[in-house]
């Protein structure tokens, strides 16, 4: 029996194209009929946070906007709402049950600005709060580890990206993501049973990315700590200078998340010097990395436009955590120490 | 001899002290000064990122202001700022050197938008950036892990939050948190000392907070890292549920910062599912915690208002840093496998 966790990683190509057909056409009427708007503020918990990372870059560079990553417990805890006057104001929520959230949605109703909800429940209260709606995905997710209502965000995401720009070129880039998506599942399949082999017995694992895979970081080590109990946490590039660095010892496995782009030569900079450092690298990129960093590669088959890229590189991260859960022997749909799929937090 | 670490951690009750009483009437004027915003973006780096994760909060419950945290790499990376209308932009550098940082006030700047620089050198290119400057600390500080300009960042941060709210009170409050300072540190000495004793070979301690601390539980991650390389991260107890509290198994040591305040019964009712997994609890709070939780307890010896609340709970995260330092006979002035004071990121 395949387990829900690979049924649904292997889903997303599908997932992906069903999202697009339905929902693009919706996105560009409602940014078409917004009202003049400075700045966005997005509210989310969980891996639904990372998708509103990928927001504060993808939006910015297509759509010029700055991105508020709202404290939700401003609207909750404290009682004590900021001001949302120039403000497109979005949440992020699978369920769309999480109360903190929809207060944030809520609030921003009352002070009349416009609001838009990503949440796979159409008649959920995030739902109810938002002027638009997109839907995520059509079938319910069942492994407690989120993958496919991940990417899904992450294409919802995009969507508004591309609908902010104004420009058509960046609607036909997002439709090819579903194929390439396909390809990169298959392509990057032995390589990360074989690395899942080798670092099964890794006592952790650190993620780092810079600029727009930042999200990606994050997702992989989210992904490693609920799976398996390890502790990790995602860094930038630039911020792990910034004393982290000094974790890195004989051996100390760090994933490089960096596919072609803009980022790329830092990532490979920080490689050497990690690598000058003992730590062991694992890279993600659709471009092979040079022998002198040693590194393990879980290969991208395919390219896509650099800033799709974290659609496609987390997809190795899913793989390589679902096989890490296979060598350990463990359940991929019932992670230890995890009960429930919705947790509402106030 | 007295490391430079312990001496700069018992130097910050002054170093506040002169803080408030050189910048407190420059601020009050700049803000009055200030043309109509609607929002903060901060850009920081490092332990002055945290300061900004303070800023999200206290702006937003003093000042009803949302808070973008910038994404400097927009800026140098990817060369596509975002627009800045209707934005407040602050940078926060202890050095002023940081050129993404910089990067971020100069474009503000280019878009006609008031700027702010918080940074211990008046003559650094974060100053020359800035309409108005807050000089942090007077006298340099020498050790590699950053206390006192922390704290200085925060009562910065503190200082423009009292005069966003227009309330007088909010400023007397303020002037009274050295001295707290000076008896906390005091007071938590010695629970600091037997906590290290007793933590000495763990291999990691995870900090949780909500709200307002959130910036501590950071910090504290920061400075376990630098000075121990110990792997750990900060998280949030809203986050914690999602996924991340599978790590908790026996005896892991969990580090939650709860003084009083809005926070507190969630942090309480954490601390509960925490001991029930059989992790080994440490509280930050100026409430002993209910025997129940069979926690250690680093008393902070008096308590400030809530939103002040960052100043005082850092300190026994400092001094529990510094006291692991000793235990394990390291030298706190020069952590492992970290050079440089300045770390300069594009």
């Known amino acids: 029996v395949t387990s829900f966790l690979s049924q649904e990683i292997g889903s997303q190509p599908e997932e992906l194209a069903r999202l697009v057909d339905r929902e693009l056409d919706g996105m560009r009427r409602f940014v078409a009929g917004l009202p003049k708007h400075d700045y966005i503020v997005a509210a989310a918990r969980g891996s639904s946070d990372h998708a509103v990372t990928y927001g504060r870059y993808v939006w910015g560079l297509l759509g010029r906007r700055n991105v508020v990553s709202a404290a939700p417990s401003l609207h909750t805890l404290y009682a004590t709402p900021p001001r949302f006057d120039g403000a497109l104001v979005i949440g992020v929520s699978q369920s769309g049950q999480s109360p903190d959230v929809v207060a944030v949605l809520e609030e921003a109703r009352r002070q009349g600005r416009p609001t838009l909800g990503l949440t796979n429940d159409p008649a959920s209260p995030l739902a109810r709060a938002s002027d638009h709606v997109v839907q995520l995905c059509t079938s319910p997710e069942r492994s407690v580890a989120a993958t496919k209502t991940y990417t899904a965000q992450l294409m919802a995401v995009a969507l508004l990206a591309a609908a902010l720009s104004g420009e058509e070129a960046r609607f036909t880039e997002l439709c090819l ?79 490089l998340i960096m596919p072609r782009g803009a980022g790329q030569d830092d990532m490979r900079a920080l490689g050497r010097e990690i690598r000058a450092r003992d730590g062991a690298l694992i890279v993600i990129s659709d471009e092979e990395p040079s022998p002198e960093l040693g590194a393990t590669w879980l290969p991208l088959a395919t390219s896509v436009p650099e800033w799709l890229s974290p659609l496609s590189a987390v997809l190795p991260a899913q793989l390589l955590g679902l096989e890490l859960v296979l060598a350990k022997g463990l359940d991929p749909d019932r992670p230890r120490g995890l009960a429930d799929k919705v947790v509402r937090t106030l």
């Not at 390439?180 to 990315?209: E, M, N, V």
């Not at 930042?214 to 590039?237: D, N, P, Q, W």
């Open 177 to 255: 993501v579903p194929e390439a998506a396909s390809k990169i599942l298959t392509g990057a399949a032995s390589a990360c049973r074989q690395a899942a082999a080798a670092l099964r017995y890794a006592s952790t694992i650190l993620p780092i990315a810079r600029g727009i895979n930042l999200c990606t970081a994050e997702e992989m080590a989210l992904k490693l700590r609920e799976l398996l109990r390890v502790s990790t946490h995602a860094f930038s590039a630039a911020d792990f200078r910034h004393g982290s660095i000094a974790l890195v010892t004989d051996g100390l496995p760090v994933a």
